[in-house]
């Protein structure tokens, strides 16, 4: 990444090692557009919800929730369209936001990253349908009951999902 703009992104969902996204970062590692920095946690407690779909939904509500743990990537510019295409921040599913992290093993010094969170346009409602109660981390059990874009029903809208979703009682 010599030369490149790079942007420190914090994962905490599907994107994570292990989890049914994470073949993009590895993809990214292996053309030299992101390296592991290795497993953070949030200097502020967020919420950390599970929408539809077993989605992960990180939601900008610092002093909510719990402090997230997740893997912190420094990421090129053609890495970070790649990863905003699949968080959909151009149609409203996600958007970047900046967030403080520090390093899960020393804890010490803050880093300034970005995260993907939850679209304002549903974030607050998701957190109170979900009844104010978060995750400290999107693990093993939640990480089984992702399904994947190609694994949803043909003509699946996750984003008239999460809104069906939000507004039924």
């Given at each position: 990444m010599a030369g490149a703009t790079q942007t420190l992104i914090f994962t905490?969902?599907?994107l994570k090692q292990g989890?049914?996204?994470?073949?993009?970062?590895?993809?990214?590692?292996?053309?030299n557009e992101a390296i592991f920095l290795g497993a953070h946690v949030t200097h502020q407690p967020h919420p950390l919800v599970i929408g539809p779909h077993g989605i992960p939904y990180f939601i900008n509500?610092?002093?909510?929730?719990h402090r997230v743990k997740g893997e912190l990537y420094t990421v090129s510019t053609r890495g970070l369209v790649r990863l905003d295409e699949l968080e959909g921040t151009s149609?409203?599913?996600?958007e970047r936001l900046p967030i403080q992290v520090y390093e899960e093993e020393k804890g010490d010094d803050l880093?300034?990253?970005?995260?993907?969170?939850?679209?304002r346009s549903f974030g607050?409602?998701?957190w109170e349908k979900k009844g104010k109660v978060g995750l400290i981390e999107?693990?093993?059990k939640e990480g089984k009951e992702y399904v994947g874009k190609e694994d949803r029903p043909d003509g699946c809208d996750f984003l008239h999902d999460i809104t069906s979703f939000v507004n039924n009682p």
């Open positions: 905490y969902g599907t989890h049914g996204n994470h073949y993009l970062m590895e993809d990214l590692i292996r053309q509500l610092p002093g909510y929730g149609i409203g599913h996600y880093v300034a990253t970005e995260a993907y969170f939850a679209h607050e409602r998701l999107f693990g093993e």
